[in-house]
């Protein structure tokens, strides 16, 4: 059974709808019928409000007839309908939005007085219906103006019409049973439309303190502080305040900007940007703005505590996006705008961020955490902010003077300044890769002209404050040529070594970019110049020259115009050719430039790194971040995501990183640990290595091949693993320390050369073999060329005669291995005997590590002994006198190419504890070996009768 409160409600709305046709017919369709359309700007504006108050009356008279026929439908048919199909109940919260909708419209028309303009424009037109509009109202003086019956008829029926709303509602909510499940929704309507007399009240109140404030400004004012939707909230004539230090003559505080007037200046601050500090006073409080710091200042502390509350609710009001419903500032707890935010501001005040936009996240005035900021001259700058300043990752775009050409700056900020590692690349299309400090680059860098460009150059080295300063290698593209050394204020100064793409090379000491005073020249056939130079590199004064063949010629050099090098002294032609082992002194650079201060640039940051703790947050500054190819991002400003590539999952945590190590601390883990931490260009010890890596291409492939620096490349290669194993042991030590445990002891120096050379080096040599093993094979060519030639002479010899020839005893011949055709004889077999040894052999080119090659070596060894023991029917061990013979045979027919180089490399890379060992014995063996064959063409030609190899056996 339908209650009398739901009956009531029939009627309410029945009433309601009525009354709002006559309104529409009555007042709103001849408020619009202004003709012509006015042609002033406040007509006009007058007329927009009065067509939007318009269409939210159609709404409100749509709404409340739905609302009549929910209740017709219930009343109709209650056995069927429960009370839950009201639209009143159902859907109260989009009957209330659309009158709020309504009652914004009318306040706005308020505002702008358009009820008594429009009233003005047609005044006989209403003074006709003066007597049908009055009985619209009640309780309205018949003294009073038409604009103000127009405003009240507008106004009054829908307040009465709400009040009874909240009357009936809450006896319906009375009558309901407690547990009934459509309590809940009465109650909630009951709020809300009881809120909704509070906001309609306080809409209007604000509405016309706000048309009063209007009257009272100037023209200029009012123009620029005055529109339809904005509200005035408090104004210092009402509650008087002192604003400090701008000494405001007047403060207004509206629901979305606080405005402090003084003389002709208007001072304007967005809410979304205003942050409140109480005062430790009773009678202050203080604003923070984006540049402006003010303080708020009454006699009264009740005026204080009235401004200070007014523009915490006007904050929290505008940061809303709406108005407060159902009042400003209502609710159990006071509200609290939230301290971080994310608004778009345009700075005026002189300094960096001048015409700058910056749109993002704040925090108590200042730019703090993600962002943008775009500044008019085409600059952009997108990322992590802390305090108003660029701190963290961040990408800058700086447009230049051609079109469509910028500097991209991807970098890690610090206080506003570039710090840490970045990626610039320049609207020139260079491109720097490397650290800066303070802006500018600093420590190891890279920096590389584009391939095409007119000048093609790569510097590689270590930055000061922006220039180039420490040890640098620079590859000079255009004039072939590659600087190894030391650098000053940009310029080539102290010792230094040059390699051109002709194969001279320079060493001596440079100054000002020019090599001065006393120095070497090495040309490409090994003739060395000993003296000193001019700027322009012209040998000058004494000096001293040794030709390959061993002649030397000392006096003193210099040239004329045009008249080419002279010079006069003395030639000695007594000397012997040089042996090829004293050419392979004549190394560069050793000594000249330590290798334990090469590359500190690159040691130095990760070392502060690990002695920091291994924070989380700077591992990117250091070691570098993964970042999309930012070319296309460069021809466009729409960059504002500049996400970087994701990298894999727990890759780059160093909780991880630090955990892992701990689990494998033990060999053969450990091993394994390291390989896959020098694997990963995501680990740590992954990324330095690759920089290392960079760093050694830069200084000896391409131009600066040259054999002349094998032994400054050797040396590095060893201080780059001594290097890496103090890495893993720093990384190490800050993993124990976060755990609670014991640090390690330190290492004596035999222990970690043990590890550096048993575990480390075999580990990180493959990533730089490439280029070494290339020195070595330009250092070693002229042997090897030898060795070559020999073993293509002993290769014409079959098995038999060759072995003969060696003088390998008879009763070691593998011959009953030996499986015969029948038109094959012995004398005609080739490369079948020690055929097993010579395939293991074979098998020392496949590794890069020089102990797996010594194990190749040692297993080549075994296999010559189990040949002869087979065939002696017995175990035997070869004596050297028997070895060496049996060796050289094995090495002729294993036919190994570069086995000079080979040798060589072994030597210098293989572990120091097996010196004096059995690898040092078999290595100095197959060195042997390597000099025999070498030898073999000269002593085949001294017998060419009896050791013809050409002879048909």
């Not at 009953?816 to 029948?822: A, P």
């Not at 390597?930 to 190899?949: A, C, N, T, V």
Request: glycine content about 8%; proline content about 5%; aromatic content about 8%.
């Amino acid at each position: 059974m339908c209650s009398p409160e739901e009956e009531a409600l029939l009627r309410l709305e029945e009433v309601f709808s009525a009354t709002l046709a006559r309104i529409n017919s009555l007042v709103l369709q001849p408020l619009l019928e202004t003709t012509p359309e006015p042609s002033d700007a406040q007509g006009r504006e007058g007329l927009r409000l009065l067509q939007q108050l318009h269409q939210s009356s159609q709404r409100l008279w749509e709404v409340t007839e739905e609302s009549l026929h929910s209740l017709q439908e219930r009343l109709g048919h209650q056995d069927t309908v429960g009370l839950e199909s009201l639209l009143l109940l159902r859907d109260a919260d989009r009957v209330l939005q659309v009158h709020v909708e309504y009652i914004e419209s009318y306040a706005s028309c308020v505002v702008v007085q358009a009820f008594q303009k429009a009233a003005k424009k047609r005044r006989e037109f209403w003074r006709g219906q003066r007597k049908a509009l009055w009985q619209l109202l009640s309780g309205v003086s018949s003294e009073a103006s038409v604009g103000t019956a127009l405003a009240q008829a507008l106004h009054q029926p829908l307040a009465h019409h709400v009040q009874q709303y909240v009357v009936l509602l809450l006896g319906l909510g009375d009558s309901t049973a407690d547990p009934h499940p459509t309590r809940e929704l009465v109650v909630h309507a009951a709020t809300l439309f009881g809120n909704l007399q509070s906001f309609m009240s306080q809409a209007l109140d604000q509405a016309l303190a706000t048309q009063a404030l209007r009257h009272s400004l100037s023209s200029r004012l009012r123009d620029v502080l005055c529109t339809p939707a904005r509200r005035l909230l408090q104004d210092s004539q009402d509650v008087p305040v002192t604003v400090t230090p701008l000494r405001a003559e007047r403060v207004l505080l509206f629901d979305d900007v606080l405005v402090l007037l003084q003389g002709h200046s208007v001072h304007t601050f967005d809410l979304k940007l205003v942050w409140l500090d109480p005062g430790q006073d009773g009678c202050t409080f203080h604003l923070l703005t984006p540049e402006e710091e003010l303080s708020f200042c009454s006699k009264d502390p009740q005026d204080r505590m009235v401004w200070q509350w007014k523009v915490t609710q006007a904050v929290c009001q505008a940061l809303r996006g709406k108005k407060d419903f159902p009042v400003l500032g209502a609710g159990l707890e006071p509200s609290e705008p939230p301290t971080c935010r994310c608004v778009a501001y345009t700075f005026h005040a002189e300094g960096q961020l001048c015409q700058a936009t910056y749109e993002g996240e704040w925090c108590r005035g200042r730019p703090h955490g993600r962002g943008t900021l775009k500044w008019p001259d085409g600059r952009n700058h997108v990322g992590s902010f802390c305090q108003g300043l660029e701190h963290g990752f961040g990408i800058r775009l700086v447009p230049q003077a051609s079109e469509d050409k910028f500097d991209c700056y991807k970098c890690h900020w610090r206080e506003g300044s570039m710090c840490g590692y970045g990626i610039c690349e320049y609207g020139t299309d260079e491109v720097y890769k490397g650290y800066f400090r303070a802006g500018l680059r600093h420590g190891f860098g890279v920096l590389e002209s584009a391939p095409q460009a007119p000048q093609p150059f790569k510097y590689t080295g270590h930055w000061e404050r922006g220039q180039r300063s420490g040890y640098g290698v620079e590859e000079d593209g255009d004039r072939g040529e590659r600087y190894i050394g030391m650098w000053q204020a940009d310029q080539r100064h102290g010792p230094g070594v040059m390699v051109t793409q002709a194969g001279v090379c320079y060493q001596g000491t440079f100054q000002a970019d020019k090599m001065v005073g006393p120095g070497i020249l090495l040309s490409e056939d090994d003739s060395l110049y000993e003296g000193t130079f001019t700027r322009d590199l012209t040998l000058v004064g004494k000096g001293k020259v040794t030709f390959p063949n061993g002649f030397t010629l000392e006096g003193s050099f210099g040239s004329g115009a045009g008249k080419g090098l002279h010079t006069q002294g003395v030639l000695d032609t007594a000397a012997f050719p040089p042996d090829p082992s004293s050419t392979r002194k004549r190394q560069l650079g050793v000594g000249a430039f330590p290798v334990e201060s090469r590359w500190q640039g690159v040691y130095g940051p990760f070392r502060d790194f690990v002695s920091a703790g291994c924070p989380g947050d700077e591992q990117e500054t250091l070691l570098g971040f993964h970042v999309q190819n930012s070319r296309e991002l460069r021809k466009s400003q729409e960059y504002l995501c500049c996400e970087r590539a994701q990298p894999e999952p727990c890759a780059d945590r160093m909780e991880d990183v630090l955990d892992e190590l701990l689990l494998h601390r033990e060999p053969p883990a450990l091993r394994e640990c390291l390989r896959k931490a020098l694997s990963n260009s995501l680990h740590p010890l992954g990324k330095l290595l690759r920089t290392l890596m960079l760093t050694f291409q830069a200084t000896y492939a391409g131009i600066g091949a040259s054999k002349h620096l094998q032994a400054l490349a050797q040396e590095e290669v060893k201080q780059h693993a001594r290097e890496l194993w103090a890495a893993y042991r720093g990384l190490l030590q800050v993993a124990l320390q976060r755990k609670g445990q014991a640090p390690e002891e330190d290492e004596d120096t035999e222990t970690r050369d043990l590890q550096v050379h048993g575990l480390v080096l075999p580990l990180m040599l493959p990533s730089f073999y490439s280029e070494l093993f290339t020195l070595y094979l330009l250092l070693h060519e002229t042997e090897d060329s030898l060795y070559s030639q020999g073993i293509a002479n002993l290769s014409l010899f079959p098995d038999t005669k060759l072995l003969e020839f060696l003088d390998v005893q008879k009763h070691l011949w593998p011959l009953k291995d030996l499986t015969l055709t029948t038109n094959q004889r012995l004398s005609l077999v080739r490369d079948k005997c020690f055929l097993s040894a010579t395939e293991c052999l074979q098998k020392i080119i496949t590794t890069v590590d020089p102990r797996e090659k010594l194990e190749v070596l040692e297993r080549t060894y075994g296999e010559i002994e189990a040949t002869v023991s087979r065939v002696l029917g017995q175990e035997h061990k070869l004596p050297m006198d028997d070895l060496l013979p049996l060796l050289i045979y094995v090495v002729s027919r294993a036919r190994i190419q570069h086995l000079g180089a080979e040798i060589h490399l072994i030597r210098d890379m293989m572990d120091p504890t097996h010196t004096g060992g059995l690898y040092d014995f078999l290595l100095t063996a197959l060195e042997s070996c390597y000099e025999h064959i070498q030898k073999e063409d000269m002593r085949l030609h001294r017998f060419p009768g009896r050791w013809d190899s050409r002879e048909h056996w």
